[in-house]
């Protein structure tokens, strides 16, 4: 962390295990971007093993509130998977997950 590099880190899971990192908080610059491919219901069909919408907002928002710049992916987003499960009501739900991080 002495070399001064900036970093991009991007992770469905959860990067909090950095923070036992020394020094990591502080270090600068540093990103940290968390992908999210859409409701916790295509986050089931599209990424199963990977932590739930509601654990990646929370490590978000913790990140966040440390002072640790955040950006939030939400891609790839598949409209037809949007379509099929919301019907006429997929832009809704692409608009409330954005809600959710505003």
Known sequence: MDYG??????????????????AFISYKPKLIATTIEGTPDILKLLSPGAPPFDARAATVRKLSDLGI??????????????????????????????????
């Open 5 to 22: 590099v900036s970093l991009l880190i991007t992770t469905k899971g959860d990067p909090s295990f950095l923070l036992e990192l020394p």
């Open 69 to 102: 710049d955040t950006i939030i992916r939400f891609d790839p987003i598949f409209v037809h998977l949007f379509q099929a499960l919301y019907g006429n009501h997929w832009f809704d739900k692409i608009a409330k997950l954005i809600d959710v991080f505003a």
